[in-house]
């Protein structure tokens, strides 16, 4: 009996021909249980119900859908095991520019037409792979990175695995990244480099620098990537990213909302978009995207409760209370009770400003923990804006001292200094830029412990 | 948006993917008839090759081409090539054997190089008189393929250059890998007597 018909496989293809084509080719290579999924949701309910053991997934989808595009948000939300095969099936041979550009990819890709024979063949490899990797995917899952590593740095000396040395070496560098030795990560993405300019190696390399707040370092080295694949979408997003923590929001903005447009569907890319628009000032494409993704984004549990502040605060941008009231208000009380801090302070202070009445007592009693909690840089600028607008000096100023002293600096010194303008201070905002830049002086002089 | 590679792109795709339905209803009969029709299988394709081929030549020959790099296991690039290929030569009476001391992966664009190895297979099963041979070796720091029929050889060297070649020869050049390119060489004369195909990747 062929070793392929206890799999369980799950054929994804929007027109029903090719579906079954696909399922006659697995018939014919010993499959008893093939199931069909006739698009993006429906491929994506499936999985989350049962995860097959092997997918068969066609590069278009429709409804502006790629295969590729439903890859990625199957890894985002940890519905697809390392130990279930995903092969593209694709008539286009652009798709390979793709696999050899991008960081995330199937585990292999076939062009149509193929024979069972090839598929078979195919097939094979990826298993004996993915038995080669089988104990490394499993302390990978568990997060235990001291573990994985030390298998991949067995693996990578092993005659055995030799045949995978670009994959050990691409998952080391992952697994560096994943467990914040950014610096590793690094030298491992500069070590595959050496070998040769892949895409995605030069991408991590950007990604490490970024996670450094090396900022102009990681600028550009994605200038690099995006320059020569521009079919890379998620190197635009990160050198969107990246401008975006320099302070550059209207160019952030305007590479987003161009890969945005080639990528209709992809509400990921859209949230990043609006906070784009945001920083950049552009409040009525904030709030428009931000309403589009809430409404639209049909993937269960993909709408969090940070979506609809984030809704709340472009309509709060562009002053229109009313609405952003009723976004806040409309959060449910089972996901009010699990916000974090960082939700609630935001929450609280679009809320204060949308609705005194409700808002203004609940902003009140966070006021300690805003004074001397760490907070995101979101919910410091919300906290600024309340705080401001209420009169609270001491409040405002804290949050800009603690903007400015931190390392998201860049990223939201326009909108504080605009906000400081907008009640007449923009002289305290520079007396406290004065006070942060003095501070750092006299830090860097110290001599340093122990020297 | 509508570029002509477009244009020619979505064409092509659309033609692939009748094939691809073709291909599978021929896969159904085998099983069902208990036939075998492998021929058929091949001709459908070589069809859909040919019509990858015209547009990966279209591709490449424009200015801007870009070969996708991806680490492929070369031993495994080499048996998906002679399952494309060996039945085929088989039935026109001619064996296809195969060498691969390569245990490495290795940079390279796996589609094309395939496909361009298919060809020189193809093109060597043409004038064989028994024999092709498919070989893989390292040679101080190139990846080399190469295929070697026992027919009467090129007749003239170097051949008279049509697309395929110059598309070859192309693809080979756009291997590039710390300042070293990829290059292409056809000879007479080797361990078989007749052609031989040469493919050096840095």
Redo the contacts between chains.
């Keep these: 009996m062929s070793q392929y018909a206890k799999k369980r496989f799950l054929v994804i293809d929007d027109?029903p021909?090719?579906r079954?084509?696909?399922r006659?080719?697995a018939?014919?290579i010993g499959a008893f249980a093939v199931e069909f999924a006739t698009n993006y949701q429906d491929a994506i309910y499936r999985i989350r119900n049962n995860v097959p053991d092997i997918i068969l997934c066609d590069y278009v989808l429709g409804e502006g859908r790629s295969g590729q595009q439903l890859l990625e948000e199957l890894r985002r939300f940890n519905l697809l095991a390392d130990e279930s095969i995903f092969m593209m099936v694709t008539?286009?041979?652009?798709y390979?520019?793709v696999?050899?550009?991008v960081e995330l990819v199937p585990d292999d890709y076939i062009?149509?037409?193929?024979?069972?024979?090839?598929l078979v063949?195919r097939l094979d490899?990826i298993m004996a792979k993915k038995e080669f990797f089988k104990e490394y995917y499993q302390e990978k899952r568990k997060k235990e990175y001291a573990a994985a590593l030390a298998i991949l740095e067995a693996q990578r000396n092993s005659e055995a695995g030799?045949?995978?040395?670009?994959?050990i070496l691409r998952q080391r560098a992952e697994v560096l990244l994943n467990s914040g030795d950014s610096e590793g990560a690094e030298q491992a993405y500069r070590g595959i480099l050496e070998?040769?300019?892949?895409p995605w190696a030069r991408a991590g390399v950007a990604r490490s620098l970024h996670r450094q707040n090396k900022l102009s370092e990681a600028r550009s080295e994605i200038d690099r990537v995006v320059a020569?694949t521009p079919h890379f979408f998620d190197a635009a997003d990160l050198k969107a990213n990246i401008c975006m923590a320099q302070g550059e929001h209207a160019e952030a903005q305007q590479i987003l909302d161009d890969v945005a447009k080639k990528t209709p569907r992809n509400y990921q890319r859209k949230r990043l978009l609006a906070e784009a628009a945001t920083l950049n000032g552009d409040t009525e494409t904030a709030c428009a995207i931000m309403a589009d993704v809430v409404a639209n984004d049909t993937m269960p549990g993909a709408v969090t409760p940070e979506d609809r502040l984030a809704l709340a605060r472009s309509q709060v941008d562009a002053n229109d209370l009313i609405s952003a009231e009723k976004s806040l208000v409309g959060l449910k009380e089972s996901e009010m009770q699990n916000l974090d801090l960082d939700a609630q302070a935001s929450y609280a202070a679009l809320l204060a400003i949308s609705s005194p009445g409700r808002g203004k007592p609940r902003f009140a009693g966070l006021r300690p923990a805003m004074m001397s909690a760490q907070l995101a840089t979101n919910s410091r600028l919300d906290i600024l804006r309340s705080a401001l607008a209420l009169g609270d000096h001491e409040l405002a100023d804290h949050q800009a001292k603690a903007l400015l002293e931190g390392e998201e600096a860049k990223r939201s010194f326009g909108a504080m200094r605009k906000q400081y303008a907008l009640h007449g201070r923009e002289q305290d905002f520079r007396n406290i830029q004065k006070r942060v830049a003095l501070k750092r002086i006299h830090h860097d002089e110290a001599p340093k412990p122990g020297a | 948006m509508h570029t002509l590679l477009d244009v020619l792109?979505s064409g092509?795709?659309?033609a692939?993917?009748q094939?691809?339905?073709?291909?599978?209803?021929i896969?159904?009969a085998e099983?069902q008839y208990g036939v075998e029709l492998g021929e058929a299988?091949y001709a459908?394709?070589a069809a859909?090759t040919r019509l990858?081929r015209t547009?990966?030549a279209y591709?490449l020959l424009r200015e801007d081409a870009?070969?996708?790099?991806?680490?492929v296991?070369v031993?495994?690039l080499c048996?998906?090539v002679g399952?494309?290929q060996k039945k085929h030569l088989a039935a026109a009476g001619i064996e296809l054997s195969q060498s691969c001391s390569v245990?490495?992966?290795w940079?390279l664009?796996?589609?094309l190089v395939t496909d361009m190895l298919n060809n020189a297979i193809q093109n060597a099963g043409r004038h064989a008189r028994s024999r092709v041979h498919l070989d893989a070796r390292l040679d101080a720091g190139w990846l080399v393929f190469s295929v070697e029929d026992d027919g009467p050889g090129f007749a003239t060297l170097p051949p008279a250059c049509g697309t395929g070649l110059t598309v070859a020869h192309r693809l080979a050049f756009l291997h590039r890998?710390q300042e070293r390119d990829g290059s292409l060489h056809l000879s007479n004369g080797a361990s078989l007597g007749g052609a031989r195909f040469e493919l050096r990747l840095p």
Excluded: C, M, W
């Design positions: 027109q021909q090719a079954d084509a696909l006659t080719i018939q014919t008539g286009e041979q652009s390979e520019q696999v050899s550009a062009i149509k037409p193929f024979s069972p024979d090839k063949l490899r030799r045949p995978y040395r670009f994959e070998n040769y300019e892949f020569s | 792109a092509v795709h659309d692939k993917n094939l691809f339905v073709a291909e599978s209803l896969t159904a099983t299988r459908i394709e859909a990858s547009l990966a591709t870009q070969p996708a790099i991806t680490p296991i031993a495994d048996a998906e399952l494309d245990v490495d992966e940079p664009d796996r589609d890998r």
